[in-house]
């Protein structure tokens, strides 16, 4: 079964402060997609990352980097110097390589205090 | 160059009515897919249509639940005698390289 596990329902920082939110999959599949979107209030789901499951290299875009780990089915993303217009639920989701269709999680709420 | 669109953005319909929900994708991408946001079961799959393919409908929850592609572009996705338990925000998106983008998503109640 293909599961996506979001641990963190809420979490809470103080502007500048760095966070990492967590993802941990399941698949027995062996070529595989994980993404993370961001859902701010305005609702839409925006997109942020894609990973292929046989490119383990951690990716940084700016204040936003993420950590894939086969071993441990993690994909972990941190935001640096964090900001209030970070403030949003992030989901991380999984691809199927032939299907394509998204497992997601249940998201994490961050919410950023000035 | 102009992101999914979705029709209506808000929709408040009686129990026992049937309901369109419209998504028009990117120019070019040639998947699109149905998911539906609701508080108790979060996000979940819908549909999908791939070409000229048949669609993968494993998602949808009854067959009060349907959806359409024309011309490999516009879909509609028609709920017939809806429930409250319909009630939820349905989204859909476009695909191009493995990534799929979002629409702003259509929120459903149901009275």
């Known amino acids: 079964a293909q599961k996506v596990t979001q641990a963190q329902t809420e979490i809470s920082v103080v502007e500048k402060e760095d966070v990492t939110l967590d993802c941990v999959y399941e698949t027995r599949d062996t070529t595989y997609y994980l993404f993370w979107y961001k859902q701010p209030p305005s609702g839409e789901l925006v997109f942020l990352i894609r990973r292929n499951s046989f490119d383990e290299q951690n990716e940084i875009s700016g204040r936003y980097s993420w950590n894939f780990q086969k071993s441990t089915s993690s994909f972990n993303f941190t935001i640096t110097a964090s900001q209030v217009v970070d403030s949003a639920v992030y989901f991380c989701?999984?691809?199927?390589?032939?299907?394509?269709?998204?497992?997601f999680g249940t998201g994490t709420r961050l919410q950023v205090f000035p | 160059g102009a992101g999914v669109s979705q029709s209506p953005s808000n929709k408040v319909t009686e129990k026992g009515k049937d309901v369109e929900l419209r998504c028009d994708p990117i120019?070019?991408?040639?998947?699109l897919y149905w998911y539906r946001q609701s508080l108790g079961q979060g996000l979940e799959f819908l549909i999908y249509?791939?070409?000229?393919?048949?669609?993968?409908k494993s998602g949808l929850p009854s067959d009060r639940f349907s959806a359409e592609r024309t011309g490999g572009s516009v879909s509609t996705l028609t709920i017939q005698r809806t429930q409250q338990e319909d009630s939820a925000v349905y989204l859909c998106?476009?695909?191009?390289?493995?990534?799929?983008?979002f629409g702003p998503g259509t929120r459903l109640t149901v009275t």
């Open positions: 120019s070019g991408h040639t998947a």
């Open positions: 998106a476009s695909r191009i390289n493995y990534e799929q983008y």
């Open positions: 249509f791939q070409g000229n393919s048949a669609p993968d």
């Open positions: 989701a999984l691809g199927n390589y032939n299907t394509d269709k998204l497992i």
